[in-house]
């Protein structure tokens, strides 16, 4: 066109180098948190004697607690942090609504019961069978997502992502009296408690849940990398996000459902824990990675070093008591959700 | 080839007692700046939402030479037709480079950086639309102007050999509008068909070789500027007072609307403020 773009404005400050920064940051501080992870509990370690332990030169009581308790324990934090972040940055992206995570959303919820039932209604042989719990967790993800399109559909709100998260913390709330119902009279021996399920813990991790964890997070994380390129251009809008190709209304149900189970398997590992997947996808953007795919993959990173730092928290603030982890990520997430409220509104 | 064919296009919305468009049949030929006028209301909006198929399309079809639009996957359809709908708000905080980039996507695979070709193309896009010394600004910091350019720019990079714009000047001064305009003579003159929906019947007659005027969901008029800029058919159209002249730079028809009718039967009117439809 005849008439250049004289900008008065300068350009923004390139964001390769912030976003190098913290991808280096990030690995750093989840490198030394694992290792923080190793080292404090019921017994502090010093250093030398977790790297021994890792390498198999340590006593065995020392070896025990580091690759038995602890090892699992943080590598599975990590996992579902990681898995909580990218769910809940594609959620955000399919619903147009930086506010959009699995727990504000109902889907954690949903998956909690659907595992909840499978261990209260199974009989005691395979009550605890994981690949039942897992696949129950699914099912309720993929259940409380339903419901709650269907509620925000009736509502008259198809798409209004306020409407969804509304009926979000509706079905949630259903779902935490349905635990709380369901295991009211478990035996203890049997069944993890009701607040396992609602505050969220991986104090029970064993290499089999890490296992499990790791294979969902990676292939389903992998899906919703490969689609990110796709969420772009859905956060572009229906009518644009067409005219470049994209059914936005299927792919965002592909995606949605994806995230819903991310979230599922990440609960079927450690119960409730909310505001990670609202809190690092913001957290991503805000450090420069402003596109689909480089923001999710920072937020499974921050995600990661967030959970593994709430479980550490979570053991050393209080001990001997431990604090249930999802209380951490909510003292941290509420704060941060009414911030972010406010600057929406203003 | 490339021509665009709407053949007896018939959209009705649920719920809306009479169709949006009414057995509209025009063809956008290769080469040649076609335009779609018509009063808010009449049908124009309809006919892009049903090219991409968005619309409810009762009967009819929307061709692309002999193949049907519907028949095509959407990114096989954003391979041939670049759209830039109406409304869009810059929703991804992108610099202006990343989402000129997106008009690449129906030809990108899902993974790798863009192609040398891609940035070529990108950077070709930017330049025609003059959005290049902005390419490192951020999307929600443009000014209305400066943001509908980007997206001109975005439709660019899809490089096609047909190009709809839905009222592209919107929100744009003089100068760009007029920027615009020259842009879209220039993209057909190298062969591509170019598709403008518009409200500005004087810019219209000065640019476009064909001028199809809807109203009410049906076709009033269709031809050159001076078969369809004529004194009876417009006032009836628009229903207001006008007369048309000549321009007195290049003599193409030109529109001046009257003053001294009371306005209340327009303003009271139902649906008169709603655009886009």
Redesign the interface.
């Known amino acids: 066109m005849a008439t250049p773009l004289r900008s008065p404005q300068v350009a923004d400050p390139p964001r390769a180098s912030r976003l190098t920064l913290a991808w280096v940051g990030g690995l750093a501080a989840l490198g030394l948190l694992l290792l923080a992870g190793l080292a404090f509990g019921a017994v502090p370690l010093p250093l030398s004697d977790v790297l021994d332990a890792l390498r198999g030169a340590a006593d065995g009581t020392t070896t025990s607690i580091v690759r038995d308790l602890r090892a699992p324990r943080v590598v599975l934090a990590a996992l579902v942090g990681a898995g909580l972040a990218m769910s809940g940055g594609a959620l955000q992206g399919t619903l147009h609504n930086p506010l959009a995570e699995p727990y504000l959303l109902g889907v954690s919820g949903g998956a909690a019961v659907g595992a909840v039932l499978a261990m209260a209604l199974a009989g005691p042989s395979v009550g605890g069978s994981p690949l039942l719990i897992t696949g129950s967790a699914f099912v309720g993800a993929a259940v409380a997502t339903l419901v709650v399109t269907g509620i925000a559909h009736l509502a008259g709100g198809r798409g209004d992502a306020k409407l969804l998260i509304m009926a979000g913390v509706i079905v949630g709330a259903f779902a935490n009296a349905v635990i709380m119902v369901a295991l009211a009279d478990a035996p203890p021996e049997r069944i993890r408690g009701a607040v396992w399920w609602m505050m969220g813990s991986v104090a029970d991790a064993n290499w089999g849940t890490v296992t499990r964890t790791a294979l969902a997070v990676a292939a389903l994380g992998a899906v919703l990398l490969y689609k990110a390129r796709d969420l772009d251009v859905i956060a572009l809008g229906h009518e644009p996000a067409r005219a470049l190709g994209v059914d936005s209304e299927r792919a965002g149900r592909v995606i949605f459902l994806v995230a819903s189970w991310l979230a599922a398997a990440t609960v079927a590992a450690a119960g409730l824990v909310g505001f990670v997947g609202l809190v690092v996808p913001n957290l991503a953007r805000l450090l420069g990675a402003r596109r689909h795919r480089p923001m999710m993959a920072l937020a499974a990173l921050y995600g990661a070093a967030l959970l593994v730092a709430a479980d550490l928290a979570a053991r050393t603030l209080r001990a001997p008591v431990e604090l249930p982890l999802g209380a951490l990520t909510a003292l941290v997430g509420v704060p941060f959700f009414l911030s972010r409220l406010r600057r929406g509104a203003s | 080839m490339s021509a665009l064919h709407f053949q007896h296009v018939t959209v009705h919305y649920r719920g809306s007692d009479r169709p949006a468009a009414l057995d509209i049949s025009f063809s956008a030929a290769a080469s040649r700046f076609t335009a779609v006028v018509g009063p808010n209301g009449s049908g124009k909006s309809s006919l892009v939402?049903a090219l991409?198929?968005?619309a409810p399309l009762v009967r009819g079809a929307v061709r692309l030479g002999d193949e049907s639009l519907l028949a095509l996957?959407?990114?096989?359809?954003?391979?041939r037709v670049?759209?830039?709908?109406q409304?869009?708000?810059p929703?991804?905080?992108?610099?202006v480079e990343?989402f000129v980039m997106?008009?690449r996507?129906?030809h990108?695979g899902?993974?790798g950086a863009p192609s040398p070709h891609d940035r070529e193309v990108v950077r070709q896009a930017m330049q025609?639309?003059?959005?290049?010394?902005?390419r490192?600004?951020?999307t929600d910091?443009l000014s209305g102007g400066?943001w509908q350019?980007v997206r001109i720019a975005r439709?660019l990079a899809?490089d096609t050999a047909v190009l709809v714009l839905d009222e592209p000047t919107t929100f744009l001064d003089v100068?760009?509008e007029?920027?615009?305009f020259?842009?879209a003579d220039e993209l057909a003159g190298e062969g591509r068909t170019v598709l403008v929906v518009s409200h500005q019947l004087n810019l219209v007659a000065r640019f476009a070789h064909h001028i199809v005027l809807l109203n009410r969901g049906q076709v009033a008029a269709a031809g050159s500027a001076s078969d369809v800029m004529r004194g009876e058919i417009l006032e009836a159209v628009y229903d207001w007072p006008l007369v048309v002249t000549r321009d007195p730079a290049v003599g193409a028809p030109a529109l001046v609307p009257l003053r001294g009718r009371a306005r209340d039967s327009h303003l009271g009117r139902s649906g008169a403020g709603q655009d886009g439809t």
């Open positions: 939402r991409l198929g968005q996957a959407p990114r096989e359809l954003a391979r670049a759209v830039v709908p409304r869009e708000e929703l991804l905080p992108l610099s990343e997106l008009g996507h129906p990108r899902a993974f025609r639309a003059g959005v290049y010394e902005a490192d600004r951020r910091r400066e350019r439709a899809q100068a760009h007029m920027a615009v020259e842009l």
